[in-house]
């Protein structure tokens, strides 16, 4: 049964995989879900703090604004995103946990398809929806507040319909969230399977000392060619190829999309069809 795959039988694992790691994780989700509300009450607590609790119309409360609460939500996505693979699955490397889960009923393929399912898909998804939601209630309470996160990005969609550059930066913005969320969690899931302790910290560890590696190999070329030239060389490229730049940036965000999320997939099936305790 290691390998295969019975639709009825994985909708029921499927089920209470998801139940389960609702159960365990429901606490950590809401706290970062309902982050705007929070954020909003604590700057708000500190703002009348500053004002030594003596509010007046000459001297009103500061609401957080929506840069501000937007570089909240990118570090809270961040953060959350990083932590969750490991808190969610890291229980697969201990010998106890990680036995009784080789033992439940169901392939491991089966295991692995829904841990990616609801790894990449479900939780990302409802963290996102929840996040906005509870940013759009914030500002539905304060106006003072500006507007959402979320309405940001649709007026500038519409603000940009005839204009092309604005047109590709919403599409691109979209695409950079999606593509971040996607490649972020595959790492760190692949991280918490392979790691037994520290798991957060040894695979970002790990990611530094690829990104030096790969700074170092690209120094050597570009020393190779020589820097002048180099820069030249991307000139000339990028003139040839203006009209289809948008066409490369695509190319090269999906390639490096597919070998992460792809390689780190493979790796992890190989990591859980292979786990011994």
């Known amino acids: 049964m290691n390998n295969t795959f019975n639709i009825k039988r994985f909708g029921r694992y499927f089920a209470y995989d998801l139940k389960s790691r609702w159960n365990d994780q429901r606490v950590f989700l809401a706290v970062f879900a309902l982050l705007p509300i929070i954020f909003y009450l ?14 007046s119309s000459d001297y009103p409360l500061t609401r957080p604004p929506l840069p501000i609460r ?11 995103l990083v932590l969750f693979p490991s808190k969610a699955y890291g229980f697969l490397t201990d010998k106890a946990e990680g036995s009784a889960w080789i033992e439940l009923p169901a392939s491991r393929l089966e295991k692995f398809t829904s841990m990616m ?26 106006k003072s507040c500006g507007g959402s996160v979320f309405s940001a990005w649709s007026n500038i ?11 590709w ?41 690829l990104s030096i590696i790969l700074s170092i190999i690209f120094g050597i070329i570009v020393s190779t060619i020589g820097p002048e030239s180099f820069g030249e060389g991307f000139k000339l490229w990028a003139k040839a190829h203006a009209d289809r730049l948008d066409f490369w940036f695509n190319f090269c965000m999906n ?8 390689g780190c997939g493979i790796w992890s099936w190989f990591r859980v069809k292979n786990l011994q305790h």
């Open 117 to 142: 399912l609801i790894s990449l898909i479900v939780i990302p998804v409802i963290f996102f929806l929840v996040y906005l939601i509870s940013d759009g209630l914030v500002c539905l309470l304060d």
């Open 70 to 80: 937007s570089s909240v939500f990118v570090m809270a996505a961040s953060i959350f």
């Open 42 to 55: 604590v700057f708000l607590f500190f703002s009348m703090v500053g004002h030594s609790f003596q509010v």
């Open 255 to 262: 390639t490096v999309l597919a070998v992460v999320v792809i």
């Open 157 to 167: 969609h519409l603000n940009g319909i005839d204009d092309p550059e604005e047109v």
């Open 169 to 209: 930066f919403v599409n691109k913005g979209f695409w950079f969230l999606v593509n971040g969320v996607l490649q972020t969690v595959s790492v760190f899931l692949l991280g918490a399977l392979i790691f037994k302790k520290g798991k957060v910290a040894k695979t970002i560890l790990v990611l530094f000392a």
